[in-house]
């Protein structure tokens, strides 16, 4: 009788640690879960978890589409790399649907062409979009493609006069020179449109003309268009599709802040045989660049559109860029 009496003491003891045990471990994997894995929290009630799910909630749709934050440095999106771009591209069409809306126009111009590589390529996304953009064109490049530019006219595009020779050292030698190089341009460009294109935009950008150009300029009834975003898809040493896109949509971002008009310069020319490049070669180069800008172009426009942006095409009305 002893022994059967000490077997069952043992056996109650036995189990009273294996409860015992249970409930121990139990509590370390309640603990464990809260710093674990977020994915496998379920929405819980715990201060902890509430915390962590809002922090996967603003770390997925609080990119690019919130309103900057206050005091927010303008170089911050320079640190954004394409990833969160994409995260900015992933936006639910719902959450799209919440951006304001109403007045916000942007302006897309393409300068130095048409260029019988690049424009068409370009007129296809803006007809596939639905979109009006603006040709700043080069008077000579006109005259070597003038079937493409009356695509752009026929496709309800605006044109901008951007001189005949877009050669610094003969429109910058005196107001004189640039005037005349616009009316060369303005010869070219009539014999499709009918009527001289008075907007202009100066190579180089509108800080190149001093007070004296500006002034004999505006005599003559011409009305400079600059721009506030550039794509940068002119630099030197080559951009990809992502910097294209990155640069615009951080110059976006800065345009917003100073509650300017987006006016957003890219490039389809100038005109060069793009037969034959060296790798490495400015052509090349010059190749890749516009490469990037096509590649760019439909989330760029995605981008504006997702902001609540229409676009139009720049005319007297327009505001100045800065
Ligand atoms: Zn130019």
């Known amino acids: 009788m002893n022994f059967p ?9 036995a189990v009273l640690a294996s409860i015992l045990a249970a409930g121990g471990c139990v509590g370390q994997k309640e603990g ?20 962590l799910v809002k922090s ?16 927010e440095s303008s170089g911050k999106s320079k640190t954004e790399g394409p990833q969160a771009s994409r995260t900015h591209l992933g936006v639910p069409a719902a959450e799209a649907r919440t951006q304001p809306r ?27 979009k639905k979109v009006k953009a603006s040709f700043v064109v080069v008077g000579k490049n006109v005259k070597l493609n003038p079937s493409i530019f ?44 009918g009527k001289p294109v008075m907007l202009f935009r100066a190579p180089g950008g509108p800080d190149k003309l001093g007070p004296e150009f500006t002034a004999k300029l505006r005599s003559h009834g011409y009305i400079s268009v600059g721009w506030n975003i550039s ?9 990809t599709q992502a910097d294209v896109y990155n640069n615009i949509v951080s110059g976006l971002e800065r345009v917003e802040r100073l509650k300017l008009s987006p006016i957003i310069l890219m490039h389809d020319g100038t005109q ?19 490469e990037a800008t096509l590649a760019a172009l439909p989330a760029v426009i995605d981008h504006f559109r997702s902001k609540g942006y229409t676009f139009a095409v720049v005319d007297e009305s327009t505001p100045p860029a800065w």
């Open 5 to 13: 009496k000490r077997l069952l003491v043992f056996t109650l003891i």
């Open 32 to 51: 464990g879960g809260e710093a674990g894995d977020i994915s496998t929290v379920p929405g819980g009630t715990s201060p902890g978890n509430s915390k």
């Open 56 to 71: 996967v909630v603003s770390s997925e749709y609080s990119g690019p589409e919130a309103p900057p934050a206050a005091g």
């Open 102 to 128: 109403g007045g916000k126009v942007a302006y897309l111009t393409f300068d130095d062409g048409p260029n019988s590589q690049y424009t068409e390529k370009i007129l296809d996304i803006l007809r596939r």
């Open 150 to 193: 009356q695509r752009i006219l026929a496709d309800g595009h605006a044109v901008v006069n951007h001189t005949y020779s877009h050669d610094y050292s003969v429109i910058y030698r005196s107001p004189e020179a640039f005037l005349s190089d616009l009316g060369e341009a303005n010869k070219v460009i009539t014999q499709y449109t």
């Open 231 to 239: 794509a940068v898809d002119t630099d030197p040493r080559g951009v």
């Open 272 to 290: 060069l045989a793009t037969t034959d490049a060296r790798p490495g070669s400015p052509l090349a180069i010059y190749i890749q660049n516009r």
